[in-house]
Structures are given as structure tokens and as C-alpha cells.
């Protein structure tokens, strides 16, 4: 299985941004996908997560902003709107199959203030 995040960029506050994370190989539809973030001196966190079924949960501080969807097992998307300065991170999308984590290379987004 392999990830390749992209569509990351450079955005003025209060603007939008949309992720997408491309799945290849043998990947299972039943998945559940992720996108973390990683802003510079801080911790990885989970941003927000995707079932199968389509059912989705946020971290609160991205709460009515971005919207998480996928359009079948492949491709997973992550619609970023009203953007703030911390929101500046490099942005990750993951699976777990196997027992085995599975992460794109980051895509970086940054928030001009």
C-alpha cells in the first residue's frame, strides 16, 4: 500500500485549500483514512478520520472548517476552508491495514497571516 498526499500550498487566512491523498496497491475499501498534521515543534495530531460507511469525526479546532471525504477505497480528500494561521503544518494522510500504519509523504500548507 502506498499514500501520495498533494495539494498543499501556500494560502492568505480565510482562504481555502483542498487535500488529496492517492491510494495504490493493494488496498482494502474498508479502510479507515486519516489525515494528521504536524505543525514545526509540535506533535503529530489527528485531524480528522473517515469510515468506510463514510462515517467522519474532527479535532475540535477544525470543527465546521474542513470536511473530510473519500470517493471509493483510492482516493481520499480533505476540503479546507476559512483557513487560520494555525493551520500551517505539514499535512498527512494515513491507513492501517494488517495492523500495519501506512502514511503519505506530507504535504506541507501554510497560512499567511
Known amino acids: 500500500v502506498q499514500l501520495q498526499a498533494s495539494g498543499g500550498g501556500l494560502v492568505q487566512a480565510g482562504g481555502s485549500l483542498r487535500l488529496s491523498c492517492a491510494a495504490s496497491?493493494?488496498?482494502?475499501?474498508?479502510?479507515?483514512m486519516e489525515w494528521y498534521r504536524q505543525a514545526p515543534g509540535k506533535q503529530r495530531e489527528l485531524v480528522a478520520i473517515?469510515?468506510?460507511?463514510?462515517?467522519t469525526n474532527y479535532t475540535d479546532s477544525v470543527k465546521g472548517r474542513f470536511t473530510i471525504s473519500r470517493d471509493n477505497a483510492k482516493n481520499t480528500y480533505l476540503q479546507m476552508n476559512s483557513l487560520k494561521f494555525d493551520d500551517t503544518a505539514v499535512y498527512y494522510c494515513?491507513?492501517?491495514?494488517?495492523?500495519?500504519?501506512?502514511w503519505g509523504q506530507g504535504t506541507q500548507v501554510t497560512v499567511s497571516s
Open positions: 496497491g493493494s488496498i482494502f475499501s474498508e479502510n479507515v
Open positions: 473517515i469510515s468506510s460507511g463514510g462515517t
Open positions: 494515513k491507513t492501517t491495514q494488517g495492523r500495519v500504519d501506512y
